[in-house]
């Protein structure tokens, strides 16, 4: 079975709709065609709540859609992973990317260790790291995603 790497901004365009979230939605449903596992750090399991909640406090969801939008989170296969070393490659990428912050390294640590693609829809942070690593890629790149 082959994995894919989500990070936050992926995942958030299968509820709250964006532009890019039919692409979201086609890749989704490609992936569950063909077996492919998801996984993330645990990172994942506060960023996706947190910006349901910031939308809900913007009026952009109500109380009841962010109730059911965490409930269709929580319901996706995904495989939480933390694996040894995960902290220190985040810091040690985060040093050699120069980047402000290290949510994103997180991600990209996890993809490395795990040998899996990292899917975003960051462009902000596929132009940072697409010099340095051919693991991330952008939905919408291509007509396939």
Known sequence: MSSVCLDASLVLLW????????????????????????????????????????????????TAEGDETLHAFLEIDIRIREPAGLLNRTWELGKTLNAPRLYDMYYLA????????????????????????????????????
Request: aromatic content about 6%.
């Open 15 to 62: 509820f709250l709709r964006e532009p890019l979230s039919t692409r979201a939605d086609a890749l989704l449903q490609e992936w569950r065609t063909n077996d492919v596992e998801f996984i993330a750090p645990s990172l994942l399991m506060v960023e996706v709540p947190s910006v349901l909640r910031q939308a809900v406090h913007r009026g952009r969801v109500t």
């Open 110 to 145: 996890l993809a490395e260790i795990e040998a899996c693609e990292l899917w975003t829809a960051d462009q902000r942070f596929v132009n940072l790291v697409a010099p340095h690593s051919a693991l991330v890629r952008l939905v919408g790149e291509n007509a396939d995603g």
